[in-house]
């Protein structure tokens, strides 16, 4: 059942109609009396509750009562719906426990979709933490652990995949946030459908119009025939917004709105266009503490986290070290033919103890490499110890500064020196070294005014 919250008759027999149309049991409530009302007889699956539902257009009436609902049911998913004006009251909602926000005016198909997502969370079965049941039910392929941490996060994604709730995926560099993106869109609905990456950190804020949204012919200069953008090529599919914590401000205006009512306009266009798509973020930043310092956005961080998955780190699940040093084995077998590779017994003792702060992806690196350099098919320590590079050591890392010795920002210029005098001030070795994208460390190097010779 789906219990309706809004004083305006109106939009009651408006969404009455949509959502009976669609099957759902639909219930009504003007204010805060009928809403108990209803309440003390049925148990609502969702409820949708309009923030402003008398004379009082401040919002404080929805606030008071949505703390009064989730008292009395914090388990019933509650979607807001609000106008633009009264966006950050519907930020305070979130907070106070709302699963979703819509802006007026709505999209139909977007609202219906909201609600669906939120009752099929709120109804998903039990997931199980074996890793065989796991693979059974889902397709997790080239996911390779089974550490308890990594096993949790995979029951998320199974409980969360066949809804369209968007889903924000966090975690160092090189622990495979893109794999696990791949993973929410494989095992939902729309995995016959496109599924769109979308680098965020390697696009400029001057083509991210253009990049995201499409253009039309004329639409600045050398613009000569109109494009499409990532978002219509994932139309029924899903996108995958990576590194979003590196998007600049205006970037995140002009994201948001499409997010809010899934409209957008092709640069050089008036005419809007809606779209379908199914959102899925990553970051290695922290955004709750961007949102503090006024970097990122507030409504647009609740917009992309409904689901938040915080991957972790290859040192918090040792245990699964072997396992993916084996898998990269297997799979390099076949590619340069040499089905008799395999580690020893020592050597895979050992590459748990290696210092990886790449993650997954410095490890597949050191395997690799090692594998092309060896001479036997018997990977020992000493072939991998002949070819680390200077940045994977099996020494524990120097001490940190104690905590107000140095700025988070003073240890990142200190580190973009470093590796800027190490790698004689080769760009593309000094990202992949820092665990960024090329983009990402000229827009630092230009913030801390540190010379540099372009790769472009």
Known sequence: MLLIIDDDIAIQTSLSLLFRKEGFTVRVADGPFDTFEILRVETPDVILLDMNFSVDTSGD?????????REQLPA???ILITGWGSIDLAVEGMKAGAKDFITKPWQNDYLVQSVRTAMNLAQSEPVSLDRQKLDQQFSF???????????????????VAPTDAPVLITGESGTGKELIAEAVHQNSPRQRQPFVKVNLGGISSTLFESELFGHIRGAFTDARTDRIGRFELATKGSIFLDEI?????ASQVKLLRVLQDRTFEPLGSSKSRTVDVRVICATNRNLEEMVSKGLFREDLLYRINL??????????RPNDIPRLATFFVNNLKTLYGRPGLHISKEAMSWLRTLSLPGNIRQLKNVVERTVLLAHNDALTVTDFEQNLTPTVTTVPRGPLPQVGAMTLEEMEYQMIQ???AFHNNRVTKVARALGITRFALYRRLEKFGIPYTSEE
């Open 61 to 69: 009436d929805g606030l008071r009562l949505l703390r009064r609902i």
């Open 76 to 78: 019933v998913p509650v």
């Open 141 to 159: 392929d080239n996911i390779v652990g089974e550490d308890p941490n990594l096993l949790s996060v995979l029951k998320t994604i199974g409980r």
């Open 245 to 249: 914590g590196d998007l600049d401000p």
């Open 307 to 316: 689901i938040t998955v915080r991957l972790p780190a290859l040192r918090e």
């Open 418 to 420: 470093q590796a800027m």
